[in-house]
């Protein structure tokens, strides 16, 4: 911050009230960037929680292959599970897609369920007026809902 | 048939025992102690109760155990006891324990079954810890040409992953684990994760099975996750919060439940797709796909998926009390302190305690956690009822009941809470 304001004085400004405008714009800034350090610093603890699950997890998995019996290898018994037949063809093949325009649909109307995340949780404080552009979003949604429901439900074009 | 050890004599079991004890003893006083009072006199010990921790001070707790309650107290007000203990992972663990027994007790009295019966003596009770032993013990078998790093670390992101849902859910007024803002979304980012690690792991065992299970797993999320999200916006918009602590703090007149019936039941249904529990169990159908995307794993891998999957049916049934059952909220049954323990100490006879620590949890701590408790075993009694009840549902159907009922009565329910809002029923000048 002090390195940012000799940086302003130095450069650009020589008057005193812009210096004092610039200081207070850059203070506005440094007050910001604390407040997002301070939102994701409060997630920390989801990501200890996922640590902690991790270290205390993976030592069932090694303890496991210290005290668990290691016998008898034989090609046969590292084969992939085909309920006893000899294993054919690849493992990751090429999977038919029948219902592919689900994804694809997943990938638009995911986005528009959390864009209504932003406006039903300031609901309370925004006027009245701003539900109708709301309304008229939800009706174009709802319209290219349906058409892609009726084309995803053609499965002869897929 | 195998035996652990075919010459056993218990004499010498107990000469080796003994042996053992002797040389733990041995070793602890002459290394042990020494060593731990040499690194705690160049640690920086902390002050507790205005007194400076000493080593000195320490030993004095084998004489007076009461005294170790304030550190008891400073080490519950850290993040790392509510990680470990409280409403984070030892919690969950518990009730997650208590819902895999229970779920086979009562599938089997269901299906007029016994279920585990002779493991513990009295109804099967230690069946769990046995089936531990069990898997722990088990040969970790890895088939050829399968994806190591990812095949060896799916199981563990999946716990993780679930862990890190239950950091997320409010138990008792004050205590969770992240009370962040935008908790809901949180959550909505850690569900996400799960079709992920489903479809890693099962394109890490390079076998058809899993393959196909991994696939089912992404068609299920993909149709049930716009539900999901939609059926909780009406909660959102009538509490105006996204922390969870929040909603379940407004519901204390009254549940969410009573004026959204409808994002109730589609949360409820969604839910049992997400957990793949019947009738949506098929990335894991048993009668199709051998176990789906489970087929390879063996022995504790396998363990640790269930242990998840627990996990993650304790942090979704707790999800919905928080959002529609009230979270903690109940009428206070839970009795005060007794004070006199507090001025006079607890008197046994001719000894009288006096024990200045007490107590460790308040009153209210306590009632909310017992509500939170009960709503949330009744949650988990409706999840598991329905593997008893319903068969498999086809992939199709599942796609349309996502994709056309379910979004709409989602967005019914939106409308309802839209509707209550402006009516002025709820919300600013309303009942609450």
């Known amino acids: 911050m002090q390195c940012s304001i000799k940086y302003f004085t130095t450069i650009t400004f020589s008057d005193t009230d812009r210096k004092k405008e610039a200081y207070l714009f850059i203070q506005k800034l440094g007050s910001k960037a604390k407040l997002v350090g301070e939102l994701a610093g409060n997630y920390s603890t989801?990501?200890?929680?996922?640590?902690?699950?991790?270290?205390?997890?993976?030592?069932?998995?090694?303890?496991?292959?210290?005290?668990?019996?290691?016998?008898?290898?034989n090609p046969v018994k590292f084969l992939p599970m085909e309920c006893g037949q000899v294993p054919s063809g690849e493992g990751r093949t090429h999977f038919m897609m029948q219902y592919y325009p689900y994804i694809l649909m997943f990938v638009v109307f995911d986005v528009m369920a959390i864009f209504l995340y932003a406006w039903g949780s300031s609901l309370l404080e925004i006027p009245k007026v701003a539900t109708l552009p709301m309304m008229g979003f939800l009706g174009i949604m709802f319209g290219a809902m349906a058409f892609a429901l009726y084309q995803s439900g053609r499965r002869r074009i897929w | 048939m195998s035996v652990i050890a075919p010459?056993?004599?218990?004499?010498?079991?107990?000469?080796?025992?003994?042996?053992?004890?002797?040389?733990?003893?041995?070793?602890?006083?002459l290394i042990g102690i020494p060593a731990v009072m040499t690194v705690l006199f160049f640690i920086e010990m902390p002050v507790i109760n205005g007194e400076l921790l000493t080593p000195f001070l320490a030993l004095t707790w084998i004489a007076d155990p009461s005294r170790i309650l304030p550190i008891v107290h400073a080490f519950m007000a850290t993040d790392i006891f509510r990680v470990m203990v409280f409403p984070g992972f030892g919690f969950a663990a518990l009730l997650a324990a208590g819902t895999i027994f229970v779920e086979r007790k009562m599938l089997a009295k269901l299906q007029l079954r016994v279920g585990p019966f002779y493991c513990g003596k009295v109804e099967g009770i230690l069946q769990l810890m046995g089936d531990g032993l069990k898997l722990i013990s088990k040969e970790i078998i890895i088939p050829a040409k399968a994806d190591k790093p990812i095949f060896w670390a799916a199981p563990v992101l999946f716990v993780a992953a679930a862990a890190a849902f239950v950091a997320l859910i409010p138990v008792a007024p004050g205590w969770v684990v992240a009370d962040v803002d935008l908790g809901l979304l949180g959550v909505f980012a850690v569900i996400g994760f799960f079709p992920i690690i489903t479809i890693l792991s099962a394109w890490s065992a390079n076998s058809k099975f899993p393959f196909i299970g991994g696939i089912r797993a992404l068609f299920q999320m993909v149709s049930f996750e716009i539900p999901l999200i939609l059926s909780l916006l009406g909660v959102v918009m009538l509490t105006g919060s996204l922390n969870l602590s929040e909603i379940a703090a407004s519901q204390s007149n009254f549940p969410w439940i009573v004026f959204l019936p409808i994002g109730a039941i589609v949360f409820f249904i969604t839910m049992l797709a997400e957990l793949e529990r019947i009738p949506f169990d098929l990335p894991e159908a048993e009668s199709e796909i051998v176990a789906g995307w489970l087929t390879e794993l063996s022995g504790m891998m396998y363990g640790l998926v269930q242990l998840g999957t627990y996990l993650k049916l304790y942090a979704f049934a707790a999800l919905f009390v928080v959002l529609f059952?009230?979270?903690?909220?109940?009428?206070?049954?839970?009795?005060?302190?007794?004070?006199e323990i507090l001025t006079e100490g607890i008197v046994l006879g001719p000894i009288t305690a006096n024990i200045p620590g007490l107590p460790l949890f308040t009153q209210e701590m306590l009632n909310g956690t017992l509500w939170f408790v009960l709503k949330t075993v009744a949650v988990i009694f409706f999840i598991l009822l329905p593997r008893g009840v319903f068969p498999r549902i086809r992939v199709d159907m599942l796609l349309n009941l996502g994709w056309t009922k379910l979004i709409g009565l989602a967005f019914v329910n939106i409308f309802i809470a839209l509707g209550l809002l402006y009516a002025g029923v709820l919300g600013p000048g309303g009942l609450q």
């Open chain 1, 46 to 73: 989801v990501v200890l929680m996922f640590g902690f699950a991790i270290v205390a997890m993976a030592p069932a998995l090694i303890i496991s292959r210290m005290i668990s019996p290691r016998k008898r290898s």
């Open chain 2, 7 to 29: 010459k056993f004599k218990l004499s010498e079991f107990i000469k080796s025992l003994l042996d053992n004890a002797f040389w733990a003893v041995l070793i602890l006083s």
């Open chain 2, 325 to 339: 059952l009230g979270g903690w909220n109940g009428p206070m049954v839970v009795p005060p302190f007794p004070a």
